[in-house]
């Protein structure tokens, strides 16, 4: 077959080419054509499918995240904002933190254990691009019905996956979340989060400047795995019986990573490196345009010097590859004997395969014929821009007015009891312990908080104590209800999880998940939830630095509820001041902090007791989650807590539950005046927690609710080896941990 150059696309202009099966619409296809002045050569055609896919240009979502940027709140922790390989916060005594939270649901779905250790690898060199070194990671999960079969596929591959690339890297997992339910049955959400720490003057950026300066492409070999991967994987609905285009999952090698990330903070250290890229998404596609684009120049690439692990790929499939752990670096001349020597070093493959020009256009060569030359912006920054068609779906209205507060409630103390125990016992409220069992939680030994705490929690400097804390929260079922409230409460949920912990929330980082944006019902869910989203980090003062959207999480007609998930990041001064949700002294007094309605709308009291989704979901008032938040982190800098808790799904019971079987330590609760039982364990009314107070800390903790406003109820106190609800019931703490901690184990162990 003649290799199709740009000399030979200029001439043989009516040639047909596979636009359409490359995932290219009629009219993109013409745009490039457009573009070039001419028919794209076959290499080019490759570039702009991956480049233009909905993975990687945000095509249906750029007109909405605009927002993000639009209603952005002043904020002087910023240091690097939405448009880099992650944003990057200054978290005091010259640290910065970088985080970033991004998608790996289609492959892990085809490839359960590949897709998701593959998405923990991406993630962290994203992290290492940014100059900073990863710390910890997070992963925020959605599976189908705990009970299906297709669950016990795909979960245990997951968690199989995340556990064995993280725990090979050294890695903490510190924290995310594991819901289930059957709107995910063929569309898991396989969500991963990773925290990285450098000094401000160590910030990397991807771009390509410097004239003569050599594109160095170093880490493991290029393969067949991924080819039109996650970006074309990522970019189409699946059918009713999977995935139409089954391109390879990428195929990771943690060791392979680990050696990648000390080669590259050496490179760092040694100043090595103008500009850098890792290679995920696209591959080669993304990382030469990306840096081109955003650099002062052009770039010309010998695309036969890629080092190959198959000797038959064309250069279209080396251009698409997603193979894993590589990295694309921009190294001035007179270094790269350095840079090389390191590589070495480090055993890590290393090839200068081309070079920053003074032109402007990316232009790739294959045995010395030119396949590629095209604007390299037009191929990274100004794919398609789609203003989608969105409305509110027809059945909205229906949906919210079946409201959840028709549905029959326990009548007697026994019934109540058993409820109670039924909520504890489900899939969604029970201890995840099974799964977080096998992550290594406390390698590096910096972790001072880790799953089923409020927030994950690394100490980054061990001589003052500063560190960080990180919490990811979602609820599919409250944006399914409202989007708009449901994106602000994943926000609320996330910002009170931190600053349950003692830490102040600074910025967030979110993975928006949702149907097919060709849906007019599916695109308003995410218009309302993304501007819900910015609204909500405007009033909290939390910029959002980056992140991920997921579309074409459908199957069929059937799309998931709408799911964006929120990673709120904050810093703690000393982590030793930290607060656990252990109940653990006994005599402490429980007090509610907060206001209690009866709010029940998506509650998991009404999805596990009546299998119902209707209503509206609990109200969110922004203005109390902040002073909620100043008083959390006040108590717990001076001591007057010893633990908190937030309360979200499955109200104030299972926040009770959860502290006493953490501490050991069981607690007697009294019905406050004014509300029932029924809606005092059970409502899921926001901008509240529950904290324990030793009793020399009272006067001084309820003063300062007081003072600003905080209504703060005493409920009871920290007492014996079980759970008393005064004149109702007594639920035993060994019973509990039984209902509470034997539900995955009897599903998936």
């Known amino acids: 077959m003649t290799l199709d150059t740009v000399k030979h696309a200029t001439e043989t202009p009516d040639v047909e080419q596979p636009w359409a099966e490359l995932g290219l619409k009629q009219d993109e296809y013409e745009r490039i054509r457009a573009i070039l002045g001419r028919r794209p050569t076959g290499a080019e055609l490759a570039m702009y499918s991956v480049m233009w896919s909905e993975h990687c240009s945000y095509k249906s979502s750029k007109v909405h995240l605009r927002q993000f940027g639009e209603k952005a709140p002043d904020n002087d922790a910023l240091l690097v904002g939405i448009g880099e390989n992650a944003g990057v916060v200054d978290v005091g005594q010259g640290y910065a933190v970088t985080f970033k939270v991004e998608s790996h649901n289609h492959p892990s779905y085809i490839e359960p254990y590949q897709g998701a250790a593959t998405g923990v690898g991406g993630i962290v060199r994203d992290i290492l691009a940014m100059g900073a070194r990863p710390v910890a990671v997070m992963d925020p999960l959605r599976f189908g019905a705990a009970d299906h079969p297709d669950t016990k596929r795909v979960l245990p591959g997951v968690v199989a996956g995340i556990g064995g690339y993280g725990n090979c890297l050294g890695l903490p997992n510190i924290g995310g979340e594991v819901v289930f339910d059957p709107c995910y049955q063929g569309n898991p959400l396989v969500n991963a989060l990773c925290v990285g720490v450098m000094k401000h003057e160590d910030i990397h950026l991807a771009k390509a400047s410097g004239t003569g300066n050599k594109v160095v492409l170093y880490g493991a070999r290029t393969g067949g795995d991924g080819i039109g991967g996650v970006s074309v994987l990522a970019s189409e609905t699946f059918d009713s019986t999977g995935p139409a285009k089954r391109p390879a999952v990428q195929v990771g090698d943690p060791f392979q990573e680990k050696l990648l990330i000390e080669c590259t903070l050496e490179l760092f250290r040694e100043d090595l490196v103008e500009g850098i890229q890792d290679l995920g998404g696209a591959g080669l596609s993304c990382a030469t345009s990306e840096l081109a684009s955003a650099g002062s120049g052009g770039m010309r690439v010998e695309l036969d010097t890629v080092p190959l692990r198959d000797a038959t790929l064309s250069p279209e499939e080396i251009l698409m590859s997603e193979s894993q752990e590589r990295m694309c670096a921009i190294v001035e001349p007179g270094k790269i004997d350095r840079f090389l020597e390191i590589c070495e070093k480090w055993d890590v493959i290393a090839t200068v395969i081309g070079e920053v020009t003074d032109g402007e256009r990316l232009e790739i060569f294959w045995h010395g014929e030119q396949i590629v030359d095209v604007p390299p912006r037009t191929v990274a920054h100004e794919g398609p821009v789609y203003e989608r068609p969105y409305a509110r779906p027809e059945w909205q209205d229906a949906l919210q007015a079946d409201d959840a507060a028709k549905l029959p409630r326990p009548e007697t103390a026994e019934e109540l009891r058993e409820q109670v125990l039924k909520v504890v016992a489900s899939p969604n409220q029970a201890s995840k312990s099974w799964i977080t069992g096998q992550y290594d939680r406390f390698v590096q030994g910096n972790t001072v908080l880790a799953q089923p705490e409020d927030s994950g929690m690394v100490r980054i400097d061990e001589e003052t104590g500063l560190g960080v804390a990180v919490a990811t929260d979602g609820n599919g079922r409250y944006a399914k209800l409202d989007p708009y409230a449901g994106a602000q409460l994943a926000l609320a949920e996330s910002y009170r999880n931190v600053a349950a912990t003692g830490a102040r929330p600074l910025a967030i980082s979110n993975c928006l998940n949702f149907g097919s944006p060709e849906d007019p019902g599916v695109m308003w869910q995410f218009a309302e939830a993304t501007r819900g989203l910015a609204d909500g980090c405007l009033e909290l003062g939390t910029p959002v630095t980056g992140g991920n959207v997921s579309l074409y999480n459908q199957t069929g007609e059937t799309a998931i509820h709408p799911t ?128 324990s107070v030793p009793r020399s800390e009272e006067l001084r903790f309820t003063d300062m609710c007081g003072a600003r406003g905080l209504p703060a109820t005493r409920i009871g106190v920290v007492d014996g080896d079980s759970i008393e609800v005064q004149g109702h019931f007594e639920l035993p703490l060994a019973e509990l941990r039984e209902a509470h901690e034997g539900t995955l184990p009897g599903l998936f162990g």
């Not at 982590?575 to 252990?582: C, I, W």
């Not at 005599?587 to 206001?595: A, E, I, S």
């Not at 109200?651 to 007697?668: I, Y």
């Open 564 to 691: 964006p998930v929120v990673a709120v990041l904050g810093v703690i001064d000393d982590v030793a001041r930290r607060t656990p949700m252990a109940f653990a002294e006994e005599g402490q007094l429980l007090y509610l902090l907060g206001d209690t309605k009866d709010e029940l709308g998506g509650s998991a009291w009404s999805q596990v007791i009546h299998d119902h989704l209707g209503g509206l979901p609990p109200a969110v008032d922004l203005a109390r989650e902040k002073l909620l938040a100043e008083i959390l982190i006040s108590a717990s800098r001076d001591g007057m807590v010893d633990a908190a808790h937030d309360l979200s799904d499955g109200g104030l019971v299972q926040a009770v539950v959860e502290s006493c079987l953490r501490g050991g330590k069981g607690a007697r609760l009294v019905v406050p005046d004014g509300l029932d039982a029924f809606t005092f364990l059970f409502s899921e009314s926001a901008g509240r927690a529950v904290v």
